[in-house]
């Protein structure tokens, strides 16, 4: 739906100007063989924003990205990056952007420095060496051997190569796998800078906490379609707020007035849609009666909340997730 | 972690000019890579670079100042190493690029699919053009063997004949899934591009009426169009002028012109980037 130089998104529902859209997906649908990996989504992507692909392996996230990056054709659908089509405009299209594959894509022989070496002569107006190591905290390992860098540094190693020609869009897939959590973090600075930086990032996570704490938006894939999108905390409030407490069975439960109680032995949840008032009732009532609430906690529900809940309403006889995974 | 970055203006990014873009340029840097790889790995270096050129050496040094027999030695002796390096070695470095994911890395830069497919190979056909050149001037200088009468006809038949080759390696490796899998997998092709006469065997070794239907194996007309560009003489002993070995291997020419085109429909349409999962 287009209005003045408007798009009501198909995804989200939320407004943006045409002309901010790097990353377009209208309809995209991709099959090998009888088996259709990705069934027909639909996303928009601003400039300078970070987007972020969740979903249970074989959801679809790697062959979605791939398709963008160039490296798949549609079966179906219409891709656009920066405003072409990533397969027959390659040669226009693949300076401006950095991939970060799922997997190495290394030779092990070789060391740091000859990887990045060869990789800045394949690369348009790159970095210096020295530049791109010291950026992801591999200055120091310039000369160990590929084949000899601990998985979380082979990831950094990937991420210097993917973001060595400034590109303009930027693709992670998976990047903090196998990494420590202080590298995880670093990684997120490095993102962080593209961004402020202007680069559109689209990525894709297993870690809900990296989509929580690094994405403007995010999509979560099941079964090679997108089930839910939004800004985190927009997809978050889908859920209810969780207050949960332990209580000896004996004991009668207050009714909170905007919360359905669940109640396993002498577990407690409330799962609550107004926690500030929720919470100020439940507490009132054990006040006023004396009752101890023991491993009191009270929550908003997180990312992992809403992707469980996706998750668990995977259709058991729905073979999707395994197929492409054996794909 | 440290620095920031600032992503270039689209007109700034624009490949136009950089020689990042430029497929001679990127070939050259795949050609780095794997003359590296290849520097770090004694196994491989022994196996494609020492030994094939010890055994040619061996096999050609009994042929001392004996013009035809030597020459004839020499082309059959470079046709082994040929097929051996371009297209058994290749075929393995094809297959452990993908399963390394390298090609896929690579597909995901600037290069196309034809310049990572030729970039791959160029370590290999630069190795046996070498191996090539240092027996070519050991039969001259110390065989004294004479030199090529033609040699422009010989390098067209080398390129002709290491294209083939490196072409049937790209569409082997599909069915290729490691290094060690390809000792099954190019056995059949090894015999078949080796059973001409003038390559494993000497040439009327075979009834006349098979040397013919097998000359046109791809590795027929290539070693007649060596030993015709080498000696400046047809295999029946006819003498040629510099311009009658051109048109003494028109007809080799057109044949490996065929299986040129066959071999490279074969690799577009079977090659494989990525390995196969499960």
Same mark, same amino acid.
């Not at chain 1, 995209?28 to 069934?39: K, N, P, T």
């Not at chain 1, 704490?213 to 889908?238: F, H, K, N, Y």
């Not at chain 1, 207050?254 to 577990?267: F, Q, S, T, W, Y």
């Given at each position: 739906?287009?209005?003045?130089?408007?798009?009501?998104?198909?995804?989200? &529902?939320?407004? /943006?100007? /045409?002309?901010?859209?790097?990353?377009?997906?209208?309809?995209?649908?991709?099959?090998?063989?009888?088996?259709?990996?990705?069934? &027909?989504?639909?996303?928009?992507?601003?400039?300078?924003?970070?987007?972020?692909?969740?979903?249970?392996?074989?959801?679809?996230?790697?062959?979605?990205?791939?398709?963008?990056?160039?490296?798949?054709?549609?079966?179906?659908?219409?891709?656009?990056?920066?405003?072409?089509?990533?397969?027959?405009?390659?040669?226009?299209?693949?300076?401006?952007?950095?991939?970060?594959?799922?997997?190495?894509?290394?030779?092990?022989? +070789?060391?740091?420095?000859?990887?990045?070496?060869?990789?800045?002569?394949?690369?348009?107006?790159?970095?210096?060496?020295?530049?791109?190591?010291?950026?992801?905290?591999?200055?120091?390992? /310039?000369?160990?051997?590929?084949?000899? +860098?601990?998985?979380?540094?082979?990831?950094?190693?990937? +991420?210097?190569?993917?973001?060595?020609?400034?590109?303009?869009?930027?693709?992670?897939?998976?990047?903090?796998?196998?990494?420590?959590?202080?590298?995880?973090?670093?990684?997120?600075?490095?993102?962080?800078?593209?961004?402020?930086?202007?680069?559109?990032?689209?990525?894709?996570?297993?870690?809900?906490?990296?989509?929580?704490?690094?994405?403007?938006?995010?999509?979560?894939?099941? &079964?090679?379609?997108?089930?839910?999108?939004?800004?985190?905390?927009?997809?978050?409030?889908?859920?209810?707020?969780?207050?949960?407490?332990?209580?000896?069975?004996?004991?009668?439960?207050?009714?909170?007035?905007?919360?359905?109680? +669940?109640?396993?032995?002498?577990?407690?949840?409330?799962?609550?849609?107004?926690?500030?008032?929720?919470?100020?009732?439940?507490?009132?009532?054990?006040?006023?009666?004396?009752?101890?609430?023991?491993?009191?906690?009270?929550?908003?529900?997180?990312?992992?909340?809403?992707?469980?809940?996706?998750?668990?309403?995977?259709?058991?006889?729905?073979?999707?997730?395994?197929?492409?995974?054996?794909? | 972690? *440290?620095?920031?970055?600032?992503? @270039?203006?689209?007109?700034?990014?624009?490949?136009?000019?950089?020689?990042?873009? %430029?497929?001679?340029?990127?070939?050259?840097?795949?050609?780095?890579?794997?003359?590296?790889?290849?520097? %770090?790995?004694?196994?491989?270096?022994?196996?494609?670079?020492?030994?094939?050129?010890?055994?040619?050496?061996?096999?050609?040094?009994?042929?001392?100042?004996?013009?035809? @027999?030597?020459?004839?030695?020499?082309?059959?002796?470079?046709?082994?190493?040929?097929?051996?390096?371009?297209?058994?070695?290749?075929?393995?470095?094809?297959?452990?690029?993908?399963?390394?994911?390298?090609?896929?890395?690579?597909?995901?830069?600037?290069?196309?699919?034809?310049?990572?497919?030729?970039?791959?190979?160029?370590?290999?056909?630069?190795?046996?053009?070498?191996?090539?050149?240092?027996?070519?001037?050991?039969? !001259?200088?110390?065989?004294?063997?004479?030199?090529?009468?033609?040699?422009?006809?010989?390098?067209?038949?080398?390129?002709?004949?290491?294209?083939?080759?490196?072409?049937? *390696?790209?569409?082997?490796?599909?069915?290729?899934?490691?290094?060690?899998?390809?000792?099954?997998?190019?056995?059949?092709?090894?015999?078949?591009?080796?059973?001409?006469? #003038?390559?494993?065997?000497?040439?009327?070794?075979?009834?006349?009426?098979?040397?013919? !239907?097998?000359?046109?194996?791809?590795? #027929?007309?290539?070693?007649?169009?060596? %030993?015709?560009?080498?000696?400046?003489?047809?295999?029946?002993?006819?003498?040629? *002028?510099?311009? #009658?070995?051109? !048109?003494?291997?028109?007809?080799?020419?057109?044949?490996?012109?065929?299986?040129?085109?066959?071999?490279?429909?074969?690799?577009?349409?079977?090659?494989?980037?990525?390995?196969?999962?499960?």
């Amino acid at each position: 739906m287009t209005r003045r130089g408007l798009e009501l998104s198909a995804t989200d &529902g939320s407004l /943006m100007s /045409m002309d901010d859209v790097v990353i377009e997906v209208d309809g995209l649908r991709r099959s090998y063989g009888e088996f259709e990996a990705v069934r &027909g989504i639909s996303l928009r992507i601003r400039r300078g924003e970070l987007f972020a692909l969740l979903g249970t392996n074989g959801a679809g996230k790697t062959t979605t990205i791939e398709v963008l990056e160039g490296l798949q054709p549609a079966t179906a659908g219409r891709v656009r990056v920066l405003g072409l089509d990533p397969v027959r405009d390659r040669d226009s299209v693949r300076p401006r952007t950095g991939v970060m594959l799922q997997h190495g894509g290394f030779t092990g022989a +070789l060391t740091v420095r000859e990887t990045v070496e060869i990789w800045r002569s394949l690369t348009v107006r790159p970095q210096t060496t020295a530049e791109v190591l010291d950026l992801v905290d591999l200055g120091g390992r /310039m000369n160990v051997a590929v084949e000899q +860098l601990s998985g979380g540094e082979g990831r950094r190693l990937e +991420l210097a190569l993917a973001v060595l020609g400034r590109p303009e869009v930027l693709f992670l897939d998976e990047p903090t796998t196998g990494m420590d959590p202080a590298s995880r973090r670093r990684t997120w600075d490095v993102v962080r800078e593209l961004q402020k930086g202007g680069t559109t990032v689209l990525l894709t996570t297993h870690y809900l906490e990296e989509a929580e704490v690094l994405a403007d938006r995010v999509a979560i894939m099941r &079964g090679g379609s997108i089930v839910a999108t939004g800004a985190p905390e927009d997809v978050v409030r889908t859920l209810p707020a969780r207050i949960s407490f332990r209580l000896p069975a004996t004991e009668s439960l207050p009714d909170l007035p905007h919360a359905a109680r +669940l109640v396993e032995g002498d577990r407690v949840t409330y799962e609550s849609r107004q926690l500030q008032t929720d919470l100020t009732r439940l507490l009132e009532w054990a006040n006023a009666g004396n009752v101890r609430l023991a491993s009191l906690s009270a929550r908003p529900a997180t990312l992992e909340d809403v992707f469980l809940d996706i998750a668990a309403d995977h259709d058991p006889t729905d073979q999707h997730a395994e197929a492409e995974a054996a794909r | 972690m *440290s620095g920031t970055m600032t992503t @270039p203006s689209p007109t700034t990014a624009a490949a136009s000019g950089d020689r990042a873009t %430029r497929p001679i340029w990127q070939m050259a840097a795949m050609l780095k890579m794997e003359l590296l790889a290849l520097r %770090r790995s004694w196994t491989s270096t022994a196996m494609s670079v020492v030994t094939p050129l010890m055994i040619a050496l061996l096999l050609v040094s009994e042929y001392g100042g004996q013009t035809v @027999p030597g020459v004839r030695r020499v082309v059959s002796v470079t046709t082994l190493i040929m097929v051996f390096l371009v297209h058994h070695h290749l075929t393995t470095v094809y297959a452990s690029r993908r399963q390394e994911l390298v090609l896929k890395r690579l597909r995901a830069g600037l290069a196309s699919d034809r310049t990572i497919l030729f970039g791959t190979a160029s370590s290999t056909v630069a190795i046996f053009l070498a191996q090539f050149l240092a027996l070519a001037v050991y039969a !001259v200088l110390v065989l004294d063997l004479p030199m090529p009468r033609n040699p422009l006809v010989m390098v067209v038949a080398l390129l002709f004949g290491s294209s083939i080759m490196a072409a049937f *390696s790209a569409a082997l490796s599909a069915i290729t899934r490691s290094s060690e899998a390809a000792m099954l997998t190019t056995l059949p092709t090894v015999v078949i591009f080796l059973a001409t006469p #003038g390559a494993l065997l000497p040439l009327g070794a075979l009834p006349e009426s098979l040397e013919r !239907v097998l000359w046109f194996l791809p590795n #027929g007309p290539f070693t007649e169009a060596m %030993r015709v560009g080498w000696l400046g003489r047809t295999d029946e002993g006819q003498a040629l *002028s510099f311009a #009658g070995t051109f !048109v003494e291997t028109l007809p080799s020419f057109g044949v490996l012109l065929v299986w040129l085109v066959v071999s490279l429909f074969m690799a577009g349409r079977y090659f494989r980037w990525e390995p196969r999962h499960g």
